[in-house]
């Protein structure tokens, strides 16, 4: 059983809190636009880190993350992307792996709106958690909680960080 802790979208902005939410986490998954390789070594300083770089994400980020991560965590397949889309509407660079080889579990950040959506098609559950930072549109900071157990995710838990003006 892993207990994940999951971010996107922080854009260079830390968080002290990040590291009470993600006290409890096995990993730290972040699916994208770090803003810098600071936030990326504070965060593999509390737990191991699994991520992607993001399209704000610069040369450090891009030789040390993927633009695509497929891996396995405990028995869920899980493919994670900064740009993805969502169920019935992936994006254009995503479409041919999804549909060739449906994860599990697909993550995926960039839109800094929180989802959580199971795609009934691919048998997956798709998740974005929105955006931890305060660059951008969205008005609450959002991280994402969430247990995989054997072939079970479970637990799973939004949490609102507060507004961005509250920073």
């Given at each position: 059983?892993?207990?994940?802790?999951?971010?996107?979208d922080?854009?260079?902005?830390?968080?002290?809190?990040?590291?009470?939410?993600?006290?409890?986490?096995?990993?730290?998954?972040?699916?994208?636009?770090?803003?810098?390789?600071?936030?990326?070594?504070?965060?593999?300083?509390?737990?191991?880190?699994?991520?992607?770089?993001?399209?704000?994400?610069?040369?450090?980020?891009?030789?040390?993350?993927?633009?695509?991560?497929?891996?396995?965590?405990?028995?869920?397949?899980?493919?994670?992307?900064?740009?993805?889309?969502?169920?019935?509407?992936?994006?254009?660079?995503?479409?041919?792996?999804?549909?060739?080889?449906?994860?599990?579990?697909?993550?995926?950040?960039?839109?800094?709106?929180?989802?959580?959506?199971?795609?009934?098609?691919?048998?997956?559950?798709?998740?974005?958690?929105?955006?931890?930072?305060?660059?951008?549109?969205?008005k609450?900071?959002?991280?994402?909680?969430?247990?995989i157990?054997?072939?079970?995710?479970?637990?799973?838990?939004?949490?609102?960080?507060?507004?961005?003006?509250?920073?």
């Amino acid at each position: 059983m892993k207990r994940i802790g999951l971010l996107s979208d922080t854009h260079g902005y830390w968080d002290d809190r990040y590291t009470k939410y993600f006290s409890e986490c096995d990993e730290i998954w972040h699916a994208g636009d770090f803003g810098s390789s600071e936030i990326a070594d504070r965060l593999s300083a509390l737990k191991p880190l699994r991520g992607v770089f993001g399209n704000i994400d610069g040369h450090d980020l891009r030789m040390r993350f993927s633009e695509k991560y497929r891996f396995k965590c405990e028995e869920v397949e899980v493919l994670m992307k900064h740009i993805g889309g969502y169920p019935g509407h992936y994006d254009p660079s995503i479409r041919g792996s999804i549909f060739a080889r449906p994860p599990k579990l697909f993550i995926s950040g960039h839109s800094h709106i929180l989802k959580v959506v199971y795609d009934k098609t691919l048998g997956c559950l798709h998740i974005n958690p929105g955006a931890a930072g305060i660059s951008g549109f969205h008005k609450v900071r959002t991280l994402v909680r969430f247990t995989i157990d054997g072939t079970e995710i479970k637990d799973l838990e939004v949490i609102e960080l507060g507004e961005k003006r509250n920073c």
